[in-house]
């Protein structure tokens, strides 16, 4: 007689199903693969998914466990996610337990149920309203910012898009309440839609409208591949109108949770729908219910970082990935995915369109568009006649410097700042120096867990590793020889914003990196300060490169473009072009015409001259032949097998051994090493790396299907750590 058989995805590291018997007493009917089971797993208890329901399995039937409980009487995932993340599971040879957790969120992984809890909604009350217009919040600021907000949205706010838009708004508004001027209910807040008009489009937005639109219905990639300030976002509002007046939803990926409150705004202003958003920083309930709202369709546009392409969706119909070519699509720990090829291959299961948008594509979009499998949609203008900034490079050879800022810089930033424009100064190194050394012994502040120097942090008088986190008091002497001769070296945004300060007293500066911006709303507080002006000069890390739109910027200056001129990474000059062009396209996005400067050493060299010159589509015409040259991807497929251990021979004798397995297999696939990592010391545990690279990604898939489960099994895999990254896009 057959039984029925559940294939479990339970979250462990192992790469493999576990079959389970059905709980006692439950009806056949609400066991469908998307359903979560309470599981023994070992002594402990876990929360695993359906994914397979079967009539048989390897596992003799006596030795099959029984499910302790359902946890679900609906399936949380449909069939079509289920088969993305089976496909995702299969592409990355990851454990199917912790893929399946990925695309969950924290609530529903513990077991909670799947039912979204009313938040807590704030309202101005009339009496709120005549103080308001009165001037009785003239003297308490963040009382009558968020009594403004309130007003604005008769509906209510929560609490999270209160604190997207005025940091530390619950103080305040709890304030407000106890003074009777705002009341606390649950009912649901949904955002009143403002009656922005859609602005004009021109040719080649239109084009791209038109074109992407005639695919609705059915599956195609598209690259918008549009300058800095030709109008993407634009595109985007346009297609998701039309996507929403189908009755279809549309989720739209951005790289960084920065992005994310600047998107919402403009997006609610337009869009009268509800829009649900996903990243790290919600709360877990937040989150959940933002997850539940995608899955019912109540939520028409989701808008979310690079966990949410697994999020459900009840009627997809377009998928957006905004600066498609961002590293932070690429997930570096545990299941190492990256979203945005994910992305695409969910459209062509769904069969809808995915539009993805860059003004430096990615070299593999490029690539793709070559061979046919993306449709490139091209914006060659910024809107309103905006013209592109010029770029020069400033040699910094033999030129006087004040904390890295050459004087030409300091004089071109005065010309620009008597006009009342900004100006924004782009270092991708945060903290105040990045090398502490005494000056009598030669003494360098380094980690003692990582091969690497420890961050000086002035404000906070400390040593900060920024790999492992690890931090330590600022000596006040050498600890080797006792002199109290210890120098900076080296500049980050600290130091520059420090001199800065003494060149331009009195001048508003907005310094934006992670340690500027790690209180909640801090971010908002910033950008909103650059909008109106009060802080006219800008600095910061690649978290201003990214998509802000500052109208008055009319100079960008690269206080150093020689960090990534030399590196050992074949994707380094990428990388470096992409962030050069996006810093460069703040300026000038106005009717205002903007200047670049980049500081250098090296003012001849060849990449610097062609992004000055030629801009990024050449570069990446002639980045691509060298790639394919030298065989790397995207003409060839890699998988990174990464070890870590306490003795750095545990880590180099498990790959040695792992190699060995692979040697007879390897017919049509290169193995390359085992080499300790570029940093080998990390954390206090010593890491080392075998590449795999093959011509097909067949023969890669392959291969690795039939090594790991040989690498599973050897014995010094238990004395190390170790994981499997394809497609990597860092070798560190």
């Known amino acids: 007689m057959n039984k029925t058989i559940l294939r479990v995805a339970v979250p462990s590291p192992l790469r493999r199903w576990f079959d389970y018997l059905p709980p006692k007493d439950t009806d056949p009917a609400i066991l469908q693969p998307g359903v979560r089971l309470r599981l023994p797993f070992g002594r402990r208890t876990l929360v695993g998914m359906v994914c397979a329901i079967r009539s048989d399995s390897p596992v003799d039937s006596s030795r099959l466990k029984r499910a302790l409980s359902v946890l679900d009487q609906q399936p949380l995932l449909s069939a079509p996610e289920l088969r993305l993340l089976l496909w995702a599971q299969h592409y990355y040879h990851h454990a199917p337990g912790e893929v399946v957790s990925t695309a969950l969120p924290t609530l529903l992984r513990q077991g909670k149920p799947a039912i979204p809890q009313r938040q807590a909604v704030w309202q101005l009350t009339a009496a709120g309203q005549t103080a308001l217009s009165a001037g009785q919040l003239a003297r308490a600021p963040k009382q009558r910012a968020v009594a403004e907000l309130l007003q604005a949205q008769a509906a209510g706010l929560n609490a999270e898009q209160l604190r997207f838009i005025v940091p530390k708004a619950l103080p305040a508004v709890q304030q407000l309440v106890e003074k009777g001027w705002a009341i606390r209910t649950t009912a649901r807040a949904e955002i009143a839609a403002k009656s922005a008009t859609a602005p004009p489009l021109n040719a080649a937005q239109q084009q791209a409208v038109d074109q992407v639109q005639a695919a609705l219905g059915g599956g195609a990639a598209f690259l918008l591949d549009g300058v800095t300030g030709s109008g993407k976002t634009e595109v985007y509002l346009q297609l998701i109108d039309r996507v929403v007046q189908r009755g279809e939803q549309v989720l739209v990926l951005v790289p960084e949770i920065s992005l994310t409150p600047q998107l919402l705004q403009r997006f609610e202003c337009r869009l009268p729908v509800p829009l649900a958003v996903l990243h790290s920083a919600l709360s877990a309930r937040e989150r959940l219910n933002a997850w539940l709202a995608a899955r019912s369709g109540a939520a028409r546009v989701v808008i979310g970082t690079r966990s949410a392409v697994f999020v459900p969706l009840h009627r997809p119909g377009l998928i957006i990935i905004d600066e498609e070519h961002d590293t932070s699509f690429k997930q570096q720990e545990g299941f190492r995915y990256h979203a945005r090829d994910l992305a695409v291959v969910r459209a062509q299961q769904a069969d809808i369109p995915v539009l993805l948008g860059s003004a430096t594509p990615a070299l593999e979009s490029v690539h793709n568009v070559a061979c046919g499998r993306y449709q490139r949609l091209s914006l060659p203008e910024r809107v309103g006649g905006a013209q592109p900034p010029r770029v020069q490079t400033l040699d910094l050879r033999r030129t006087p410097l004040d904390e890295g800022l050459a004087l030409p810089l300091l004089a071109q930033i005065e010309q620009h700042l008597q006009r009342g424009e900004q100006a924004l100064l782009f270092l991708n190194r945060r903290g105040y120096s990045p090398t502490l050394i005494c000056h009598e012994c030669g003494w360098l502040g380094s980690c003692q867990h990582c091969d690497a120097r420890l961050t000086l942090h002035l404000r906070r008088r400390r040593l900060i590793c920024h ?61 909103d300060d650059i909008h109106s002006g009060v802080r006219p000069l800008l600095l910061g890390t690649q978290m201003l490169a990214k998509g802000h739109h500052f109208p008055q910027v009319t100079l960008v200056a690269v206080v150093n473009a020689d960090q990534g001129l030399f590196s050992t990474d074949y994707r380094a000059s990428e990388r470096l072009a992409q962030l050069i062009v996006q810093v460069a396209g703040r300026a000038g996005r106005a009717e205002k015409p903007g200047v670049v400067l980049i500081q250098t050493h090296h003012p001849q060299h060849p990449l610097l001259q062609q992004l000055a010159q030629s801009g990024y589509a050449d570069f990446a015409v002639e980045a691509l032949a060298e790639r394919q ?36 297999l390897a017919d049509e696939v290169e193995l390359l090493g085992p080499v300790p990592a570029p940093m080998e010391r990390r954390a206090g545990r010593y890491r080392a790396q075998l590449l795999l690279q093959a011509r097909q990604r067949r023969s890669r898939h392959t291969f690795l299907q039939r090594w790991l489960d040989q690498v599973d099994a050897l014995p010094a895999g238990r004395r190390v750590r170790w994981s499997l990254d394809v497609d990597p896009i860092d070798l560190f």
């Open 467 to 527: 790999h492992c986190g690890h931090v330590q008091n600022l000596p006040l002497h050498c600890p080797d020889c006792g002199s109290v001769d210890l120098r900076a070296l080296g500049e980050g945004t600290e130091r520059v914003e420090q001199a800065l300060q003494r060149h331009f007293p009195g001048v508003g500066i907005a310094r934006i990196d992670r340690d500027s911006t790690q209180r909640r709303g801090s971010l908002q507080q910033l950008l």
């Open 629 to 664: 040259a030298a065989q790397l991807p995207p003409y060839t497929y890699q998988a990174l097998l990464r070890a870590e251990a306490e003795e750095a021979s545990a880590a180099q004798n498990f790959l040695a051994a792992a190699a060995a397995l692979g040697q007879p």
